[in-house]
Every structure is written in structure tokens, then in C-alpha cells.
């Protein structure tokens, strides 16, 4: 992959990438109740590092998010198939979500739900497996 | 959730903790974490013999997938806890015994250790699960842990044909065994244990039930290494030994014998389960024993007297069988057998582990288990060859040890059936004494012959410079402890007779307490002048003779033409299957992905056509739809335009410029259509596939102007144009037709109040096909670490494998690499070990030393 020079791209980005994480963020959070999740959300968020690596190079990513990207993959993986085998120790079948609604400081009533938790699985293998893909593809010689 | 289940899960949850208790507690072997845990196991599991023993077996139950009625169901009786008692307890002598034998330095110790509590975890769900599905899955688990453990030695030819040998066969059986599950279910309406039992009676009568049962069986055989599929088991004795111990002869191998056990209970009674299951197991013991006397390797021998003793056992439980068919007194009588067999599975764990644990011994002491270069290790090793002395006359089964006692059990169950009667048993009993009667003379001249000739005599000169000395004491209690137990079993049979064996026994022939009786289980070291006992005084006095006179007979063996044998022809078919293959895969696998396309494209066209030409009720309700708004007009001109100029694009960059513009005018589309879940993700793929597409390009030669006009192709003209013809097709009739209720009504309606979500689209996704998503990002991530490997991890070649490997080649490796020079005009990985290992960290772990 060739190393980006472009002033302007790189100037720009340092900040646009932190819009895109902040609203990959959001997506989400909002998902359970609005459009996203965390399919959405990860891919916007490899869509950020992605172009931190288009407008500079992929040195930057690497040291900026220091992270194993297969590690991601699997952390994301183990972390789904944990709150499917979760509901066993509850005597319900695998998969099976709970939620509930509390009353939180700052945020007021809020629904807290496990399948949060089965897409945050979501959202990191498919980080990590969209930055494998393409950190190795664009690292290539 | 109950403490069984957690109690059959616990081996996996160390497993995945292996690591991490490796790093926080380095300087304590890992082989300990595996020993505790297998040690707390064996006694929770002692706990509740007390409860079996009293005849209520223990059933804890929660529904994994109810809708497919797979239920992960844990079911403890006699049977089951003699079995698991027998997976803990070995496995935390083996894990002891490994402490000692695993060199931590020279070792990959978090992989073996990781393997084989997989193998404990899964051994103890497959003797405990009642779900015949469940039960499937662990026992396709063990094979899978054993091939990985066979193979451990990975960079050894040898080990990965032995390894790659038994999945193969042993997976051909697991084949057979999920087909013979699914066709009970097809009889009986379930995948339950305890309910197929009730099922009973009418399922004999079933056109399926012979296959069902042919099918079961060879799973059970390849499993347990019966004739003809024994072939795998000396191979397998490529693992470390603490793996052979344990996996080889102790557990894994009579998973096929507790399959047989478990299930005898709806097939017992008829003549094909008889015949099948008490012949297979006597050609197994002759075969096996007779292939013990020629083997010079201590594994090898022990390798093969497993598989006759598998024999043995699978034989007995075929004799058992009759006592579904007699009544009371006869009954008993045959019922004897099972109480034999369950004996012996126990005494048989005692004395051979007891056994490979010495091999491993003199293994790792003496440098050599090949009996030929052994001799005369009595004077280094006194305490060694006391464990081997009663290993081998508890395996000769000479008194007073526990293998003396089923022996003359086993000897008095094949001498039954000649009082029977039935199943044509009038003309073929008399193969049952005396094929067991010559097997039996051959496994008291291989006891005899791997004691003597390993410890006593004189000591080879080259053994006799090197310094050999006892081994350290973690590596000799294990095997005492076995050693001790096979003698124990023989003076004190009581002590296990009544509490383990009777209820093991019971549950094999359940039809005997059904009527009111008990198992036989009085087990006595003296039973008087029995024709069993004259058996033995003339198995002895001939085994006596002929292991004296050995080396004059040995050389019969070599009569017996090597090209009939059966390990030549699974060499041979496996190198015809890989030809066939080969050949029928460049067909049409020819490299060029514009014909791939085209296949995959043909195949849809095919199955999509069919199924639009054949189904009925189908309107193209043409002219009905919504009116298209100016704007959307626009839209769709710029579609079509970007995607018409791809294929005129001049350069490559522009190509995919121009399909990521149909792409995002696709998401403004989805916009207004109201779909914001869609637009989102179709705008995040697009943006990030154009940029995937244009590092790949990257990396491609650049675009050559071809000077000739391009050749027209009709295949693929006509293909191109029916498939747009074909989609346009189906786009007008799904509007027109709904032979179905839609689903959406019920995710509307449910999603909020059961699932607690306002966004359909994301509840569906992370909970009512939760599921579906669970092995999508697994496909996914198998395919990001399959790009990984396949751009970071290349090599200069292919390494061509074991496949080549033949059975009988001692100089594997060699035949290996002449064949790789052969096929890629150089040597290959192996040819350059010094900088192979080097290169791969380089490219593998980009990240490791920034």
C-alpha cells in the first residue's frame, strides 16, 4: 500500500475519524431500539481505521490501535457464544435473552439487555475480521 | 444446570483456562491442573455410586435446541459410572504419570494438556449423555482430540499418517453411526435413550431396523479397533505414551464397546446383533493376539493385545445378548457374560495401563522399546519389572489377579452357547471355546514374551554402557497403583463386585431385573474344578511350551503374504481415491475465475428456474406497482449508466469507482424506500468493499490493452443474458405472489413485547435468529484467518503429507521428501530447518516485536 502524503486528506481525517467512532458508537448502543447494531457498528468502526490507514499508512493504525486483530475476532466470538451458554446456567436453552428495565444515574429508565452484550460480540469479530482482511491484504508485497 | 452437567463441562472450562493458569503459576507442571481436576471428578463421581448402587440412576436435563429436540440431557447409572469413574481415575493417574514423562522444556505442554482435557470432557459427555445426538457429537469430539493427540508430534511423517489414519477410519464409522441414530429417530420419533428403551419390542419388526443396526455397529467397530478396522490402533501409537495409556487402551477404544452396552438393551435378542457382535469380537481376540506374538516394538505389542482384549470384550457382550432370549435359570446363565465383560473392561484398564505406563518407561529410560535391543533390565529396574510382572500375569490371566478371574468368566460364557440352541448355534458354538482357547494361548505367549524378553536375559552391549537407572518415582507410582488394583481385584473381587459392577452389568440387561432377578456378580477367586479352569491349566501348559520354543515357529509368521494385508490396502485405495479426486477436480477446476463464475451462475440458473418454472400460482402482476417518483428516476438512469460503462472502463480504478457508484446510488435508493437499517449497511459495505477491491488491485500487473477485438463467447453471452433475464423474472413475481403467511407479522409483534427491542431488524439479527448470526461471525472469522494464512503464512512449497506414507515403511521421512522432490523439483520446508522457522516469524507475527 503506498504511504499517504496528502496534507490535506491527513489533516482532515484526524478529525472525521473521530466523528465516524464517535457515531459507530452510537449505532451501537441504539441498536436494540433504532437502526444499527453491532454488525453496523463494527463495520463503521473498521471503516475509521480504514481510513487512518488510506490517509496515512498502516504503520499509523498499527501503532495508533495497537491491537491483534485475530485476537479481536476470537475475543468477539468467545464473548457471543459465552452469553448463549450463559442462559444454560439458568436452565433456559442457548441464546435465550434476558432484559429488564432499571432505573440508572444520569440516563434515567434504561433497558438493559444480554443480547447488548451478544452483539458486543458482534462488533468485535467483525472489526476484527474486516481489519485482518484488510491490513493483510494491504500489507502485502 | 445442574452439577452433573457442570461436572461433565468442568474439562473444558480448565482447558480454556490452561493457559492462563500456566502463566500464573509458571514453575508448577501444567500436568497437575489436569490431575486435580481429574482427581475431584473421580471423587464427586464416587459419591454417587451409593445412589446407583441402590439402583436410581440420577437424570438431570435442560434443552440446549428444543425445536430440533436436541436436549443435553445427563443420565448417571451403573453403566455410565463405571465408565466415568474409569475416565477420571485413569486420567488422573495418567496426568501424574505425565508429569514426569513431559519434558516442560522440550515440550508444547499447554497443547497437549488442552487436548486432552477436550478428551476428558468429551469421554465423560458421551458415557453420560442420554440425547443419542449429543452423544454423537462427543463421540465425534474424542476422535477428533485423539487424531490431534496422535499427531502431536506433528513434524514426524509417521505421527501424521497414524493420526490421519485413524480419523479416517474412525470418522467413516462416526458416519455410519450418526446415519444409524437418524434412522432409530426415523422409527421411533426420538433421539432419547431411556425412551427408545420404551420404544422396545415393535422396532425389531421394522424394515430399517437391520440397517439402523449395521450402521450402529460400525461405529462401534471402527471405534474400537475391531477386525477389519483394527488397523489404525498400532499406528496410534505414534502419541506420547501418557496418550496411548490413557486415550489407546483405557477410555477412547471401549467407547465403541459402551455404545454396544448401552444400546444392547433395543437390540439384544436377535440373532444379526448376536452373530454380529459376539463373531466380531472372537476374530478380533484371535486376530489380535496372534498379531501380538510377531510385534517387536513394546507399544506394538501392547497395541495389539488391546485390540484382542477389545475383542474379548465386544465378544462377551455379543454372548450376553442371549439372555434376551431364554428365561429365568437359562437366563442368568447368559447374562453371566455381561457381568464378565464389565469385569474385565475394568481389569483390562488396570493391568494395561499399568502396562503402557512401563513401556513408557523403559522408553524414556533404556532409549529403546524394541524388545529385540532390550534384556536384562531386572537388575536396574527391579521396582519396573514387578508393575510389568503383574501387568502380564494379570493379561495371561494367571491367579491370583483380577485378569485370571474374567478370564475363567470368559472361559465359562463361551462354553454357554453350546447348551443353546438357537440362532444356528447348534452347528457353530463349538467355533466360540475353541477359537477363545487359542487366543488365550497366544495371549499368554505375548505376556510372556514382553516380560521376559524386556527384563530378563542377558543385556544387549549397547544397553549394558549406557547408564540405566529406575525411573523417578512420580512415573512409577501411577503404574503401581494399577499394578496394585489388578492384584486386588483378584484376591478381593467383593470390593467391587456388588457396588460397580452388578448395577454396570444391570444396565446392560436391563430385561434381567425386569423380571424380578439380580445379575450373577458372586465373582470368587476359587470356584472349584470348573471346565474353565482345566481351560487355563491347558492354556498355561501349552502357552508354556510354545513361548519357549518361540524362536523356532516365529519364522511362520513371514508365510503370510504382506500384499493381502489389509494396512496395504488402505494405502492403496487411500493413493486411488486421492487420483480419482485429483483428476476429477481439474475438470473443471481449471484456475480461471471467469468459468467459476460461470458455474456458480449456471447452478443458480438451473435450481432458481426449475423452481420459478415448476411451482404454481405465480403472477407477474405487471403495471400494478407503485408510481416511480421523478426523483427515484434519476437514481435509477445513474444506476444503470455506472453499471453499464464497467465493462468499458479503461482502467481498473475507474472500474470499481463505477460499481461503488451503483453501490451508493443503491443506498440512496434504500433511503427512499424507507429501509435506514439497509442504507446504513449497504453504505458501510460499499465504502469499505471499494477499498478492499482497490488494494487488491494493487497489487495486479497493470491492464493491457488487447489489440485483437475480443472473441465472442456463447456460453457465456447465454448465461450473462438468462441469468439477468432469470432475475428480473423472479424480482416481478415475488411481487405478485405470496403463497406463504409473511413472517413479519410475528416479529412485529413480538419483538417488542418478548424481546424487548423497537428495531426489528436488530432483534431478529441478535436474538430470535441469534443463532443464524452466532455462525455467521464464525464463518467469518474462518475465512479472515484463512486470507491470513493464505497471504502471510505462504511457503515455497506444499508439503506433500503423510498421505504417501505406507504402513510398513520405517524410513518414512525419507520416502516423504523423495516424493516432494519428485512432485516440486526441490526439497520443501523440511529442506531448510534453519531458516524455515525463521521466515515464518517474520511474516506470521507482524506484530510481535513492535
Partial sequence: MPKGNDIFLQNVSKVVVFIILAFALYLFFTGHGSPGGGFIAGLMTAGALLLLALSFDIETVRKVVPVDYKLLTAAGLLIALCTGTGALFFGEPFLKHAFGYFDLPLLGKTELHTALIFDLGVYLAVIGVTMTILLTIGEDN | MSLLHLLTLSPFLIAALIPLLGKAVPRLHKGWFVAALSAALFTILLGYSADIRGGSPVIESFDWIPTLGISFTVYLDGLSLLFALLITGMGALVAVYSVAYMNPEEEDLTRFYILLLIFMGAMLGLVLSDNLLTLYGFWELTSVSSFLLIGYNHAKHRSRYGALKSLLITMTGGVGLLSGFILLYVMSGTYRIRELFEAGAPLVSEPLFLPAMLLILLGAFTKSAQYPFHIWLPDAMEAPTPVSAYLHSATMVKAGLYLVARLSPIFAGTSEWFWFVSLGGLVTLLYGSVGAVKQTDLKGILAYSTISQLGLIMCLLGLSSLAGVFDGEERLLY????????????????????????????????????????????????????????????????????????????????????????????????????????????????????????????????????????????????????????????????????????????????????????????????????????????????????????????????????????????????????????????????????????????????????????????????????????????????????????????????????????????????????????????????????????????????????????????????????????????????????????????????????????????????????????????VLGVASLGIYNMIKLRRKATDVGSRHVTHEGEEADDEAARLRKAQYGHDGPDAQPEDMPQSRTEGGEPDAER
Fill in chain 2, 335 to 778: 447374562a453371566a457374560a455381561g457381568t464378565a465383560a464389565v469385569f474385565h473392561l475394568l481389569n483390562h484398564a488396570a493391568f494395561k495401563g499399568a502396562l503402557f505406563m512401563v513401556a513408557g518407561i523403559v522408553d524414556h529410560e533404556a532409549g529403546t522399546r524394541d524388545i529385540r535391543k532390550l534384556g536384562g533390565l531386572v537388575q536396574v529396574m527391579p521396582v519396573t519389572f514387578t508393575i510389568s510382572a503383574f501387568g502380564a500375569l494379570s493379561m495371561a490371566g494367571l491367579p491370583p489377579f483380577g485378569g485370571f478371574l474374567s478370564k475363567e468368566m470368559f472361559l465359562e460364557a463361551v462354553i454357554e452357547p453350546l447348551h443353546a440352541g438357537i440362532f444356528r448355534l447348534e452347528t457353530w458354538a463349538l467355533l466360540f471355546p475353541v477359537i477363545a482357547w487359542i487366543a488365550s494361548v497366544f495371549t499368554f505367549i505375548y505376556s510372556a514374551l514382553l516380560v521376559v524378553r524386556t527384563f530378563l536375559g542377558r543385556r544387549q552391549e549397547a544397553l549394558s554402557e549406557a547408564k540405566i537407572h529406575e525411573a523417578p518415582p512420580l512415573m512409577l507410582i501411577p503404574p503401581a497403583l494399577l499394578a496394585v488394583l489388578a492384584l486386588a481385584l483378584g484376591l478381593f473381587p467383593g470390593l467391587v463386585a456388588y457396588s460397580l459392577i452388578r448395577p454396570a452389568a444391570e444396565a446392560i440387561l436391563p430385561i434381567v431385573q425386569a423380571s424380578g432377578e439380580r445379575m450373577p456378580s458372586d465373582i470368587k477367586l476359587w470356584h472349584g474344578f470348573t471346565p474353565a479352569l482345566w481351560m487355563t491349566v491347558g492354556i498355561v501348559a501349552t502357552g508354556t511350551v510354545l513361548a519357549l520354543t518361540a524362536r523356532r515357529w516365529i519364522g511362520l509368521y513371514s508365510l503370510f503374504p504382506p500384499r493381502l494385508s489389509i494396512n496395504r490396502l488402505y494405502d492403496a485405495s487411500l493413493r486411488f481415491f486421492e487420483r480419482i479426486t485429483v483428476r476429477v477436480t481439474s475438470l473443471y477446476m481449471n484456475g480461471s475465475s471467469r468459468s467459476y463464475v460461470k458455474y456458480i451462475l449456471g447452478f443458480m440458473l438451473l435450481v432458481l428456474g426449475f423452481i420459478l418454472f415448476n411451482s404454481t400460482g405465480i403472477t407477474f402482476r405487471v403495471g400494478a406497482y407503485a408510481q416511480i417518483a421523478p426523483y427515484e428516476w434519476f437514481i435509477l438512469l445513474g444506476l444503470t449508466a455506472s453499471a453499464l460503462s464497467v465493462p468499458f472502463a479503461k482502467s481498473r480504478p475507474v472500474a470499481i469507482i463505477l460499481t461503488g457508484a451503483a453501490g451508493y446510488l443503491m443506498t440512496l435508493m434504500f433511503v427512499f424506500l424507507r429501509a435506514p437499517d439497509l442504507a446504513l449497511t449497504q453504505m458501510v459495505v460499499e465504502s469499505i468493499s471499494v477499498t478492499l477491491y482497490l488494494l487488491c488491485f494493487y497489487h495486479l500487473p497493470k491492464l493491457r490493452t488487447e489489440r485483437q477485438a475480443a472473441k465472442f463467447r456463447l456460453p457465456n453471452f447465454l448465461v450473462a443474458v438468462a441469468v439477468g433475464v432469470l432475475v428480473t423474472l423472479i424480482s416481478l413475481a415475488v411481487l405478485g405472489t405470496n403463497p406463504f403467511d409473511p413472517v413479519s407479522d410475528y416479529y412485529v409483534r413480538e419483538s417488542y413485547e418478548s424481546a424487548g427491542g423497537k428495531n426489528i431488524v436488530n432483534v431478529i439479527l441478535v436474538d430470535f435468529r441469534g443463532f443464524d448470526t452466532m455462525l455467521e461471525i464464525m
